[in-house]
């Protein structure tokens, strides 16, 4: 999930001087890299420590792996609260698209307010698409449409006191334009309102 040039090689490094056959070389592209988290295949024991941690070239920062009964009750990212906790996508060839994410404060009484950013010069600027409170667990959307490279980002929203958060299901969708709209997916409303998802807005 590199963008720069590469070469890869494969060779012997140790044990006895042998031969050894290698076939049916695949290299994918970058365009393959992954658009889903669980963090549930993050094992690794050190993971349950708070730190800055990277598993395939996602990344959370000042946050640990921890249990959680969140949307599949298994392992989710345990952010600590601001300043610098976060939830780091890969950067996407293809560009990012819809985002979505599981949320849940690790106090009910104690709300964490997130902040959804998006970044296309690798990090050094981040731009706030959206925000958020969590409270009890729920799958979080935004709808975006950038073309370019780009990578997201979870983040404590330092305008307001938050709790520890549990992140977990984060999706990030390549860029496509809504050409049809049922608003079957649309979150209902108990009065008249602005909404805007998908692209498509109500007002």
């Known amino acids: 999930n590199r963008a720069d040039h590469l070469y890869v090689r494969f060779r012997q490094t140790g044990g006895s001087p042998n031969r050894f056959r290698i076939d049916e070389i695949y290299v994918s592209p970058y365009s393959a890299t992954r658009r889903f988290e669980d963090f549930n295949a993050w094992t ?3 993971y349950a420590y708070w730190g800055d ?3 395939y070239d996602w990344s959370i920062g000042d946050a640990s792996i921890a249990p959680t009964s ?3 009750g298994t392992r989710a990212a345990l952010l600590d609260t601001p300043p610098d906790s976060a939830v780091v996508s890969p950067a996407f060839e293809g560009g990012v698209g819809e985002v979505l994410f599981w949320a849940r404060a690790d ?5 964490a307010y997130l902040q959804l950013q998006t970044s ?3 990090g050094s600027n981040w731009v706030t698409r959206g925000a958020f409170t969590a409270v009890a667990g729920a799958t979080y959307s935004t709808w975006l449409y950038l073309t370019n490279s780009a990578q997201a980002r ?5 305008n307001f006191t938050s709790g520890d958060v549990f992140i977990d299901n984060v999706e990030v969708h390549a860029p496509v334009l809504f050409r049809n709209q049922n608003f079957d997916s649309w979150p209902t409303r108990s009065s008249y ?6 692209g498509w807005s109500i007002t």
Do not use: Y
């Open 70 to 72: 969140g949307a599949a």
């Open 193 to 198: 309102t602005n909404e805007s998802r998908q």
């Open 107 to 111: 106090e009910t009484n104690n709300p």
């Open 44 to 46: 690794d024991p050190s």
């Open 120 to 122: 296309i010069d690798g």
């Open 154 to 158: 979870i983040v404590f929203d330092t």
């Open 53 to 55: 941690h990277v598993r």
